[in-house]
């Protein structure tokens, strides 16, 4: 199976209720920029930040 990089990120986006585009919006990013970001694993730091940054969305009902 292959490993999917910075699952923790779209495990968080998708449990708010939240598409990527939606989440890389919310951050300040476009969406393209913000999906290549993803795309490799980040580092500790830049994780911690982003993930930081999505607990403040609100979740959908």
Same mark, same amino acid.
Request: hydrophobic share 35%; glycine share 6%; net charge positive.
């Given at each position: 199976?292959? &490993?999917?990089?910075?699952?923790?990120?779209? &495990?968080?986006?998708? !449990?708010? @209720?939240? !598409?990527?585009?939606?989440? @890389?919006?919310?951050? @300040?990013?476009?969406?393209?920029?913000? !999906?290549?970001?993803?795309?490799?694993?980040?580092? !500790?730091?830049?994780?911690?930040?982003?993930?930081?940054?999505?607990?403040?969305?609100?979740?959908?009902?």
């Amino acid at each position: 199976m292959k &490993h999917t990089a910075n699952q923790e990120i779209r &495990h968080l986006i998708k !449990s708010k @209720g939240y !598409s990527q585009w939606e989440a @890389g919006e919310f951050l @300040g990013f476009g969406e393209s920029v913000f !999906s290549r970001m993803l795309r490799k694993e980040l580092n !500790s730091a830049q994780k911690e930040d982003l993930m930081s940054k999505l607990q403040k969305l609100e979740e959908r009902q």
